[in-house]
């Protein structure tokens, strides 16, 4: 790998990484929040959020990367690269949603669209680069996850009257 090529691969890395950065900067008092709201069983401690995106945001930019390597295909890069910046996006707005609006119905519906973009995405990629598909596994399995544990907080925080202001936009 020429030194270019290792400069793209950070620079991919970077630009998703950016979108974890956005979101949590954009998010005031997540500890607090999350700790008051009622969880099921299987939501994980805050511990393991902060190295589960580390791993899945350098995954996503070896994807990028890869992408960026196929532009001589110009249409299916166009397609495919538009589908990851826009799921990119999403994924940085998904936490100052939940977090500072507090609206986990809004929430609910930006990760389920996540959710079926990232399987577009794996779908475009398959006859291409099924490594870059692979890669996009933990990802997918991560925000399948997230979206039920999202699904699970906006059901209990409902119900039980929890001081939760907005979690009814879809309900």
Same mark, same amino acid.
């Given at each position: 790998?020429?030194?270019?090529?290792? =400069?793209?691969?950070?620079?991919?890395?970077?630009?998703?990484?950016? %979108?974890?950065?956005? +979101?949590?900067?954009?998010?005031?008092?997540? =500890?607090?929040?999350?700790?008051?709201?009622?969880?099921? *069983?299987? #939501?994980? !401690?805050? #511990?393991?959020? +902060?190295?589960?995106?580390?791993?899945? &945001?350098?995954?996503? +930019?070896?994807?990028? &990367? @890869?992408?960026?390597?196929? @532009?001589?295909? &110009?249409?299916?890069? @166009?397609?495919?690269?538009?589908?990851?910046?826009?799921?990119?996006?999403?994924?940085?707005?998904?936490? !100052?949603?939940?977090?500072?609006?507090? *609206?986990?119905?809004? #929430?609910?519906?930006?990760? #389920?669209?996540?959710?079926?973009?990232?399987?577009?995405?794996?779908?475009?990629?398959? $006859? @291409? *680069?099924?490594?870059?598909?692979?890669?996009?596994?933990?990802?997918? %399995?991560?925000? =399948?996850?997230?979206?039920?544990? $999202? &699904?699970?907080?906006?059901?209990? $925080? /409902?119900? *039980?009257? %929890? /001081?939760?202001?907005?979690?009814?936009?879809?309900?």
């Amino acid at each position: 790998m020429s030194f270019s090529h290792i =400069g793209q691969l950070i620079l991919a890395i970077v630009i998703c990484f950016g %979108a974890g950065v956005i +979101g949590v900067m954009t998010t005031d008092s997540v =500890g607090d929040f999350y700790d008051g709201l009622s969880k099921p *069983d299987l #939501a994980p !401690p805050k #511990a393991v959020f +902060g190295p589960v995106w580390t791993v899945l &945001y350098v995954l996503l +930019g070896i994807v990028l &990367y @890869r992408l960026w390597q196929k @532009r001589s295909e &110009y249409q299916f890069v @166009r397609i495919a690269l538009g589908t990851f910046i826009f799921q990119l996006v999403l994924n940085a707005l998904w936490t !100052p949603i939940f977090f500072s609006t507090k *609206d986990a119905g809004l #929430a609910l519906l930006v990760i #389920a669209i996540m959710d079926l973009l990232v399987l577009g995405l794996m779908g475009l990629m398959w $006859n @291409r *680069d099924k490594i870059s598909v692979v890669l996009l596994l933990p990802y997918l %399995a991560w925000i =399948g996850f997230a979206t039920w544990l $999202n &699904y699970k907080i906006l059901m209990l $925080n /409902s119900v *039980d009257g %929890a /001081s939760v202001e907005k979690f009814t936009f879809l309900f």
